[in-house]
């Protein structure tokens, strides 16, 4: 048991599922969704200062690195075709355009690359950190919930 609790918090706090991954993993073992809900949407929410503080200060450092410098490119590419929009998106409706954005479940568009976004924009820290933490709420509700539908469609076939 504590083992899948362990592998449904690294699945929350990887940048290619977060809370999309997490929560219906741990549901569909049986945890309880509000536990799935709380422990998954902690761990999203968690490395939000983590990744402000990696990218402020240790970017800079792996850029020497080609492998680092590769995969950061790659990244920023994907991005790009997103940053205007986002960035029109903040300076017309503020912050609460990054919650949303990160409130949607949907690839891309979780935590991480909010935190790119407000990173690359210059939105201040702590600002930045309060509205995405409140749209991995948002997010975590909407997964729980539609976690719990699909969970329980498949008991009645």
């Given at each position: 048991?504590?083992?899948?609790?362990?592998?449904?918090i690294?699945?929350?706090?990887?940048?290619?599922?977060e809370?999309?991954?997490?929560?219906?993993?741990?549901?569909?073992?049986g945890?309880d969704?509000?536990l799935?809900?709380?422990?998954?949407?902690?761990?999203?929410i968690?490395?939000?200062?983590?990744?402000?503080?990696?990218?402020?200060?240790?970017?800079?450092?792996?850029?020497?690195?080609?492998f680092?410098?590769?995969?950061f490119?790659?990244?920023?590419?994907?991005?790009?075709?997103?940053?205007?929009?986002m960035r029109?998106?903040?300076?017309?409706?503020?912050?609460?355009?990054?919650?949303?954005f990160?409130?949607?479940?949907?690839?891309?568009?979780?935590?991480?690359?909010?935190?790119?976004?407000?990173?690359?924009?210059?939105?201040?820290?702590?600002?930045?950190?309060?509205?995405?933490?409140?749209?991995?709420?948002?997010?975590?509700?909407?997964?729980?919930?539609?976690?719990?539908g699909?969970?329980h469609?498949?008991k009645?076939?």
């Amino acid at each position: 048991m504590a083992s899948l609790l362990l592998i449904g918090i690294l699945l929350s706090i990887l940048p290619f599922g977060e809370l999309r991954t997490g929560i219906p993993f741990l549901i569909s073992f049986g945890f309880d969704p509000v536990l799935a809900f709380i422990i998954c949407t902690a761990a999203n929410i968690a490395i939000i200062p983590i990744l402000f503080l990696f990218f402020d200060y240790l970017h800079s450092g792996l850029m020497r690195f080609a492998f680092y410098r590769k995969g950061f490119a790659f990244a920023l590419r994907r991005l790009r075709k997103k940053e205007e929009k986002m960035r029109k998106s903040i300076e017309s409706y503020g912050l609460i355009a990054l919650a949303v954005f990160t409130a949607i479940p949907l690839p891309f568009t979780g935590a991480y690359t909010a935190i790119i976004f407000a990173w690359l924009l210059g939105v201040e820290r702590k600002r930045a950190a309060a509205f995405i933490a409140a749209g991995v709420l948002i997010a975590g509700i909407l997964v729980t919930l539609a976690s719990v539908g699909i969970i329980h469609l498949f008991k009645i076939f």
